[in-house]
């Protein structure tokens, strides 16, 4: 079992992670300190992406889409999540997760950590991926107009 390299991403194998030891790096790196925010990617795989996030208070991501579905867990902190003017305010092991292409943003409220997961891209054969696709076309030209 693989403890996972601390300096690059791992693939998609029986690797374990300390959760509180990347977290606590994080927070102690220059970037955090900076500009409100710092990652480490996990997991890089064709298939899967997994990231661990930390934020300090006021700061979050911007809204943005993703290619693949989503799910953002609260690790500790607070945190809005918002998409489609809908917003969810998360806690610690609270779940949301979104369609790919979908656009949303993540704000803390406090200092938080969160765990992001970004699913390979749906394909045209995905009915459920093609319907999230017509739903965000049908947005971008209805705002377009």
């Known amino acids: 079992m693989s403890e996972g390299r601390q300096d690059r991403p791992q693939h998609i194998a029986l690797n374990r992670y300390d959760l509180k030891g990347q977290l606590a790096r994080l927070r102690g790196d220059a970037p955090l300190a900076q500009y409100g925010r710092d990652s480490l990617t ?7 992406t ?3 996030v930390a934020l300090k208070a006021g700061t979050g991501l911007p809204n943005h889409t993703a290619p693949g579905p989503i799910s953002v867990l609260v690790l500790d902190g607070r945190v809005a999540f918002t998409s489609k003017g809908e917003r969810c ?4 092991h609270e779940l949301v997760t979104l369609p ?7 704000m803390a ?4 950590a969160i765990l992001i997961t970004i699913a390979d891209p749906v394909t045209h054969t995905d009915p459920v ?10 947005e971008e030209s209805s705002q377009e107009s």
């Open 42 to 48: 996990l997991v890089r795989d064709s298939s899967f």
């Open 50 to 52: 997994l990231l661990l």
């Open 89 to 92: 305010d998360l806690g610690p």
């Open 100 to 106: 790919a292409r979908i656009p949303h943003e993540v």
């Open 109 to 112: 409220l406090e200092d938080s």
């Open 129 to 138: 991926g093609l319907e999230s696709e017509r739903e965000v076309k049908a």
